[in-house]
Every structure is written in structure tokens, then in C-alpha cells.
């Protein structure tokens, strides 16, 4: 998968790459393209997006821990932040999220 370029990525399944909420990043031999670290940078701004349509309360940036990071905050010292559900209510449901116009529930 390495040999294909990111842009033309329409589905990932994370065991080489890892889980984005390991928050471990590993680096694998040959990676040039740093493909694992961009496809945890995706993941972590798609779940930055929903929670901005859903008006979720997003995670505090500071300055150690801030959006300029592929996690976007959402690893903090190689621990994840979960998603802050406590304003979510029922009428919410079901979570649906865009990714490159088409919906995935």
C-alpha cells in the first residue's frame, strides 16, 4: 500500500499503521512518504470535524499538546482523549460523518 499514492486512499483498515487512538505513530522501514503519520492525520481531523458538526466540545489545545500536531490534540502524553459525549442527546443519533461526500453511519 505504501507504493500508492495517499491521495488515491479510499479505505483503511489500521494494523501495519496502527489505531490513531494507540496514539503511537510507528515507523516502518521504507516509509517515505510518512503514510502512517498522514492517515492518523486524517483520522484525527475527520473526528475533529464531527465533533465540530455535532457541537461537541473539542479538546483544549495548549501549547505542548496543540493543533498544529497530527493528533490535534487528541493524544496527550501517549494517551488518548476521548471525545467529550456529555451534550450529546438522543435527537443527535445516528452519528453520521462525511468523507469525501459520502456519508458512513
Same mark, same amino acid.
Given at each position: ?5 495517499? @491521495? ?5 483498515? &489500521?494494523?501495519?499503521c ?9 515507523q ?6 510518512? &503514510?502512517? $503519520? ?12 464531527? @465533533? ?40 443527535? $443519533? ?12
Open positions: 500500500c505504501r507504493a500508492v499514492a495517499y @491521495e488515491s486512499i479510499k479505505n483503511v483498515h &489500521f494494523t501495519l496502527q489505531k490513531p487512538w494507540t496514539c503511537n505513530v510507528p516502518q522501514p521504507g516509509d517515505d512518504q510518512h &503514510f502512517c $503519520a498522514a492517515l492518523h492525520a486524517k483520522w484525527h481531523r475527520l473526528r475533529e470535524n464531527m @465533533e465540530g458538526e455535532r457541537g461537541l466540545l473539542k479538546v483544549e489545545a495548549t501549547p505542548d499538546y496543540g493543533l498544529d500536531k497530527a493528533h490535534l490534540g487528541h493524544c496527550r502524553r501517549g494517551k488518548y482523549w476521548p471525545m467529550n459525549l456529555d451534550h450529546l442527546t438522543p435527537r443527535d $443519533a445516528p452519528l453520521v460523518v462525511e468523507a469525501r461526500g459520502v456519508a458512513i453511519a
